[in-house]
C-alpha cells in the first residue's frame, strides 16, 4: 500500500494550449513513515504539486492517489502546514491546539488534552501552553501550528516551507525539535523546503526540482542513509 502517489503529474495554471506547463511529469510513490523533501528555487512549483496531493489543485494530467483512491478534495487523514501557522489570536496556545478537534467533532476529550499536552512538551512549548500566541516568537508559534496539526493525527502531513519565515538558528533548532517527535511518532511526511540543509537533516528522500527557462522540470532522487 502506498501512501502517496503520483502518476505522470503535469499542471497548467492557464488552459490555454500555448501556456506553460508548472509542473510536468512527476512520478512519485511515497510510502509509510517515508520522510520526504522536495526542494528547489522559488517559483519551480513546489507548492503546485503540494497542493495537488492535498486534494486543494486538480492536476491538469495525469492522476495523485493517497491510500490508492484517487484525491479529489482535501481528506481529513492528510494534514496540511502551511508557511504561517495562522494561530488564533484570542485562544491560548493550547486551546489553539486542540480548536480543529473542537471544531470538527463539538469536543475534545480529557485524552485529547492530555496528548496535546505531550506534543506541547516534546515541542518545548508546555510553558507557554496557557500564553497567548502574541506573546511567543515566530518560531513558536510555527511549532504551535505543526502540534495542532500532529495533534488531529492524519496518516500523512503535508508542510509548505513551515519554517521559512523564521532565522537559520530557529530554524535549525526547530528541526532538531522535529527529529525527536518524528523518532517517537513516525509519521509519512511531505516536506517542501528551499533550504537543502534541512532537507538533510529531516527526510529520507529528496526530491530536487529545477526550473528550465520555458516549461520543463526535472525531478531528481536522492538516498539519504540516516544515522
Ligand atoms: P514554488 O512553490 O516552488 O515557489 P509555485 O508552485 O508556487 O512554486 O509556482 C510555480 C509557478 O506557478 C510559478 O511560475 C507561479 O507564478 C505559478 N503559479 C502559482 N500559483 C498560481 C496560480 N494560482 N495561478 C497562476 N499561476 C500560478
Ligand atoms: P502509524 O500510526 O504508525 O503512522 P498509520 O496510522 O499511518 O500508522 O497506518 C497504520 C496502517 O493502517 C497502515 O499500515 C496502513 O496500511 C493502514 N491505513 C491507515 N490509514 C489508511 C487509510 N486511510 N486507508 C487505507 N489504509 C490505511
Not at 100 to 126: C, F, I, Q, T, W
Amino acid at each position: 500500500l502506498t501512501y502517496v502517489s503520483l502518476k505522470g503529474v503535469g499542471h497548467k495554471y492557464d488552459p490555454h494550449p500555448n501556456s506553460p506547463m508548472v509542473v510536468q511529469d512527476i512520478d512519485l510513490d511515497i510510502h509509510r513513515h517515508e520522510f520526504v523533501a522536495v526542494v528547489g528555487p522559488s517559483g519551480c512549483g513546489k507548492s503546485t504539486l503540494l497542493r495537488m496531493v492535498a486534494g486543494l489543485l486538480v492536476p491538469s494530467h495525469g492522476s495523485v492517489s493517497v491510500f490508492n483512491l484517487p484525491v479529489t478534495e482535501p481528506r481529513d487523514d492528510v494534514g496540511i502546514v502551511f508557511q504561517k501557522a495562522n494561530l488564533l489570536p484570542w485562544l491560548t496556545v493550547r486551546k489553539n491546539v486542540l480548536f480543529p478537534l473542537k471544531h470538527k467533532y463539538g469536543r475534545y476529550s480529557s485524552a485529547d488534552e492530555v496528548r496535546a499536552n505531550e506534543l506541547l512538551e516534546m515541542a518545548g512549548l508546555m510553558q507557554f501552553a496557557d500564553k497567548m500566541p502574541d506573546e511567543l516568537s515566530g518560531g513558536m508559534q510555527q511549532r504551535v501550528g505543526i502540534v495542532r496539526a500532529l495533534l488531529l493525527n492524519p496518516d500523512i502531513l503535508l508542510m509548505d516551507e513551515p519554517f521559512s519565515a523564521l532565522d537559520a538558528l530557529t530554524r535549525e533548532q526547530i528541526g532538531f525539535d522535529l527529529l525527536d517527535i518524528w523518532r517517537e511518532h513516525p509519521k509519512t511526511v511531505l516536506f517542501i523546503t528551499h533550504s537543502i540543509s534541512e532537507a538533510v537533516l529531516l527526510s529520507d528522500r529528496i526530491l530536487v526540482m529545477s526550473k528550465r527557462p520555458g516549461t520543463v522540470m526535472d525531478l531528481i532522487e536522492v538516498d539519504l542513509a540516516r544515522p
